[in-house]
């Protein structure tokens, strides 16, 4: 028998399951853990709050295409974590998070930091509504069962955050090796489900006879690395795609048969196609309420008018929110590939529609052009649509792009052109203020060879400014562009349009943030008018540093012709939407 301390024989286990990062911070409960660490091949990423190491680990897990893991101490550092685990539990990210908790023999105690004053030994629960499991190793030989079950659960299915929650003592007790060695024989390769022939056939003929089919892809496309899959077969057919936010990047923006994003921040022409669709498929997307303008029929979805066929990896999904007539639980690149493989020896010739291609194009060059004045605005400060035009004009298409919320996120997906799929980073479901930026340093570590590009605004960059520190430490060269309205921005032009004021919502005085970086040991440029900008993002580029551009930007809302059930609530049948705020 060899026995080994659990902290030593749980970095080993790390290393051969391939993991290359950790993302967290210290703890008197984790040092055990931390201590081992120094010694290993693994990287840690040290930051200065944990909110912070969760969104770079969500980041991490979506370029890496692996699940990231997490270190965090308990009671607040558990917390801090709490809000970037949850938003990557609500955009179905691979993580597991490894937290110290109080000593095993002080439950009941209510020892120092520890969570719950109402009940002993409970701080696992806290995470217990987001994510897919939550684990408390409440023996020490029990730990290699319950890691290899938190890293399986993470990756299968529908994806998502595990915590497995460790008594400080459990790291430094003695277990025999050979406990961490059955594990390893257990399979890391899990055969996913796909759909049968016949199943395959029936939503084929179902498309084919449709006079108008849509296919309306979600994130689960992307999650499922199925962009390519996906594409092959709608341009089989002819078949033209619409996509939720969380979707945007699945086709490529230059498609001939790509509509764009739907919902709210949807043009009407794009809720139009699919509101009027006889038929939609519906891909690895739960309909989330901006996507599907609040779910009334007028505006973006009449279903079960349009039929609806829906694949998805999560049966729960299934029917949510709209009837189906066709459902099927399946991984989409194994259901697509099926699929293709059908449609190609049903109808080896495929089908063109070169009526909806050239609706497509119309609709596309008039958007352009109704876009045309703002995109070359020289006002300063700078419109929103100038900043996306400059950024456009300047990264290669393979670049990274993480956004936070409000115009960098809407606007961002509607306007913004994305080429590659999975190379556009988004808060979907939480819609988590203070994402963008900490995302792009995991994104830029994944990636390390790509430009990484975070579009943020002065709000959600000033949630966690202490990114910079991380980025000066371990040289991350991200860029990011601050759009600085000086405000919570879209709040506020909620704010001004229904109630006439913006109490609460934009700041008498904004930091300087160029400023800043430089206190932190960052490249800070500030931009003073309109024309300064795109030599400096150029610049910045070729840095190949950690840089960030202060950017001015004129508040004006993001464009929309799509509903959202809000409005109605703060000003009944009024039709009001948002308003510039000066």
Same mark, same amino acid.
């Given at each position: 028998?060899?026995?080994?301390?659990?902290?030593?024989?749980?970095?080993?286990?790390?290393?051969?399951?391939?993991?290359?990062?950790?993302?967290?911070?210290?703890?008197?409960?984790?040092?055990?853990?931390?201590?081992?660490?120094?010694?290993?091949?693994?990287?840690?990423?040290?930051?200065?709050?944990?909110?912070?190491?969760?969104?770079?680990?969500?980041?991490?897990?979506?370029?890496?295409?692996?699940?990231?893991?997490?270190?965090?101490?308990?009671?607040?550092?558990?917390?801090?974590?709490?809000?970037? $685990?949850?938003?990557?539990?609500?955009?179905?990210?691979?993580?597991?998070?490894?937290?110290?908790?109080?000593?095993?023999?002080?439950?009941?105690?209510?020892?120092?930091?520890?969570?719950?004053?109402?009940?002993?030994?409970?701080?696992?629960?806290?995470?217990?509504?987001?994510?897919?499991?939550?684990?408390?190793?409440?023996?020490?030989?029990?730990?290699?069962?319950?890691?290899?079950?938190?890293?399986?659960?993470?990756?299968?299915?529908?994806?998502?955050?595990?915590?497995?929650?460790?008594?400080?003592?459990?790291?430094?007790?003695?277990?025999?090796?050979?406990?961490?060695?059955?594990?390893?024989?257990?399979?890391?390769?899990?055969?996913?489900?796909?759909?049968?022939?016949?199943?395959?056939?029936?939503?084929?003929?179902?498309?084919?006879?449709?006079?108008?089919?849509?296919?309306?892809?979600?994130?689960?496309?992307?999650?499922?690395?199925?962009?390519?899959?996906?594409?092959?077969?709608?341009?089989?057919?002819?078949?033209?795609?619409?996509?939720?936010?969380?979707?945007?990047?699945?086709?490529?923006?230059?498609?001939?048969?790509?509509?764009?994003?739907?919902?709210?921040?949807?043009?009407?022409?794009?809720?139009?196609?699919?509101?009027?669709?006889?038929?939609?498929?519906?891909?690895?997307?739960?309909?989330?309420?901006?996507?599907?303008?609040?779910?009334?029929?007028?505006?973006?979805?009449?279903?079960?008018?349009?039929?609806?066929?829906?694949?998805?990896?999560?049966?729960?999904?299934?029917?949510?929110?709209?009837?189906?007539?066709?459902?099927?639980?399946?991984?989409?690149?194994?259901?697509?590939?099926?699929?293709?493989?059908?449609?190609?020896?049903?109808?080896?010739?495929?089908?063109?529609?070169?009526?909806?291609?050239?609706?497509?194009?119309?609709?596309?060059?008039?958007?352009?052009?109704?876009?045309?004045?703002?995109?070359?605005?020289?006002?300063?400060?700078?419109?929103?649509?100038?900043?996306?035009?400059? $950024?456009?004009?300047?990264?290669?298409?393979?670049?990274?792009?993480?956004?936070?919320?409000?115009?960098?996120?809407?606007? $961002?997906?509607?306007?913004?052109?994305?080429?590659?799929?999975?190379?556009?980073?988004?808060?979907?479901?939480?819609?988590?203020?203070?994402?963008?930026?900490?995302?792009?340093?995991?994104?830029?570590?994944?990636?390390?060879?790509?430009? $990484?590009?975070?579009?943020?605004?002065?709000?959600?960059?000033?949630?966690?400014?202490?990114?910079?520190?991380?980025?000066?430490?371990?040289?991350?060269?991200?860029?990011?562009?601050?759009?600085?309205?000086?405000?919570?921005?879209?709040?506020?032009?909620?704010?001004?349009?229904?109630?006439?004021?913006?109490?609460?919502?934009?700041?008498?005085?904004?930091?300087?943030?160029?400023?800043?970086?430089?206190?932190?040991?960052?490249?800070?440029?500030?931009?003073?008018?309109?024309?300064?900008?795109?030599?400096?993002?150029?610049?910045?580029?070729?840095?190949?540093?950690?840089?960030?551009?202060?950017?001015?930007?004129?508040?004006?809302?993001?464009?929309?012709?799509?509903?959202?059930?809000?409005?109605?609530?703060?000003?009944?049948?009024?039709?009001?939407?948002?308003?510039?705020?000066?």
């Amino acid at each position: 028998m060899s026995k080994k301390l659990v902290s030593n024989l749980l970095i080993d286990y790390l290393e051969d399951r391939g993991v290359e990062h950790i993302f967290g911070l210290c703890g008197h409960t984790n040092i055990a853990f931390l201590s081992q660490l120094e010694k290993s091949s693994i990287k840690f990423v040290n930051v200065r709050h944990e909110q912070i190491s969760a969104h770079m680990a969500d980041g991490y897990a979506r370029v890496k295409k692996e699940t990231s893991v997490v270190l965090s101490h308990l009671g607040p550092g558990l917390t801090n974590a709490a809000t970037g $685990v949850a938003n990557a539990a609500l955009d179905s990210i691979p993580m597991v998070v490894i937290a110290g908790d109080i000593p095993s023999h002080f439950y009941g105690k209510h020892p120092h930091q520890e969570v719950n004053l109402h009940a002993d030994a409970s701080q696992y629960e806290i995470y217990r509504p987001f994510v897919k499991r939550a684990w408390r190793v409440d023996r020490p030989d029990l730990m290699p069962e319950i890691i290899e079950k938190a890293f399986q659960l993470a990756e299968t299915g529908r994806p998502g955050p595990v915590l497995v929650s460790v008594p400080m003592d459990m790291f430094s007790k003695e277990i025999d090796s050979a406990l961490f060695e059955r594990v390893k024989h257990h399979t890391r390769s899990i055969t996913k489900p796909s759909i049968d022939d016949e199943k395959a056939k029936e939503i084929i003929e179902k498309l084919v006879n449709a006079e108008n089919p849509v296919i309306y892809a979600g994130g689960g496309v992307i999650l499922a690395d199925a962009a390519e899959e996906l594409r092959e077969f709608n341009e089989h057919f002819d078949i033209p795609v619409a996509h939720s936010l969380m979707g945007k990047g699945v086709v490529s923006d230059d498609s001939d048969l790509t509509l764009g994003m739907t919902g709210f921040w949807g043009t009407k022409f794009i809720n139009e196609k699919t509101r009027t669709a006889d038929t939609i498929l519906a891909l690895g997307t739960q309909f989330a309420e901006a996507d599907s303008s609040s779910w009334e029929s007028e505006y973006t979805f009449d279903i079960p008018n349009t039929k609806l066929i829906q694949i998805d990896i999560d049966a729960n999904e299934i029917g949510r929110n709209y009837p189906v007539e066709i459902g099927v639980v399946a991984d989409l690149k194994q259901a697509l590939t099926v699929l293709n493989r059908v449609a190609k020896e049903l109808y080896p010739e495929g089908k063109t529609n070169e009526k909806v291609k050239q609706e497509i194009a119309e609709n596309r060059k008039a958007f352009k052009a109704s876009n045309e004045e703002v995109r070359n605005d020289n006002s300063f400060p700078l419109m929103p649509q100038r900043i996306l035009a400059d $950024v456009e004009a300047v990264i290669p298409k393979d670049a990274y792009i993480t956004t936070d919320v409000g115009w960098n996120k809407n606007g $961002v997906g509607q306007q913004f052109p994305i080429y590659k799929a999975g190379s556009i980073l988004t808060p979907g479901g939480f819609a988590t203020m203070g994402f963008g930026a900490p995302a792009a340093m995991g994104a830029k570590i994944a990636a390390p060879d790509n430009v $990484v590009i975070s579009l943020v605004g002065d709000g959600g960059f000033g949630q966690n400014p202490a990114i910079l520190a991380t980025a000066a430490e371990e040289n991350i060269p991200v860029i990011w562009i601050i759009m600085n309205n000086s405000s919570f921005g879209t709040i506020a032009g909620l704010q001004k349009a229904h109630y006439d004021t913006t109490f609460g919502t934009v700041f008498d005085k904004s930091p300087d943030y160029a400023a800043i970086a430089k206190a932190y040991g960052v490249e800070g440029i500030k931009i003073n008018a309109a024309d300064e900008f795109k030599p400096a993002l150029e610049k910045a580029i070729q840095m190949n540093k950690p840089v960030v551009i202060d950017v001015p930007m004129i508040n004006n809302p993001v464009p929309t012709d799509g509903h959202w059930n809000i409005m109605d609530i703060y000003s009944p049948g009024k039709k009001v939407h948002h308003a510039s705020v000066k």
